[in-house]
Nanobody, 124 residues
Framework: QVQLVESGGGLVQAGGSLRLSCAVSKRTSSNYAMGWFRQAPGKEREFVAAISWSGASTRYTDSVKGRFTVSRDNAKNTVYLQMNSLKPEDTAVYYC?????????????????WGQGTQVTVSS
């Protein structure tokens, strides 16, 4: 069974940076696109970023473009989310997920495996 484990969350001041990691338990992660979602208190979970299995293609929600970078190291079965210039509105629980199909990158229901989430809190 595939397991995804996020790490790297924490408390940071506005303008600071964090790098989230998502470790995938099985090597099959290299055959799938991967995505990052987040859920703020009282809000629905939303798409943040995604990356193709090769790493050649990425996609971001508008609010994080130019600030966040998604990457992956398939040899380490790990996906990363580098978050710079953090804002208080980035505060949320961040989840990584696996996308088994080649489409629907921004659609939560298209992802089949999810991590437990890591908390990111940005203070003003």
């Amino acid at each position: 069974q595939v397991q995804l484990v996020e790490s790297g969350g924490g408390l940071v001041q506005a303008g600071g940076s964090l790098r989230l990691s998502c470790a995938v338990s099985k090597r099959t992660s290299s055959n799938y696109a991967m995505g990052w979602f987040r859920q703020a208190p009282g809000k629905e979970r939303e798409f943040v970023a995604a990356i193709s299995w090769s790493g050649a293609s990425t996609r971001y929600t508008d609010s994080v473009k130019g600030r966040f970078t998604v990457s992956r190291d398939n040899a380490k079965n790990t996906v990363y989310l580098q978050m710079n210039s953090l804002k208080p509105e980035d505060t949320a629980v961040y989840y990584c997920a696996r996308l088994p199909s080649g489409w629907g990158w921004t659609i939560e229901s298209k992802y089949d495996c999810w991590g437990q989430g890591t908390q990111v809190t940005v203070s003003s």
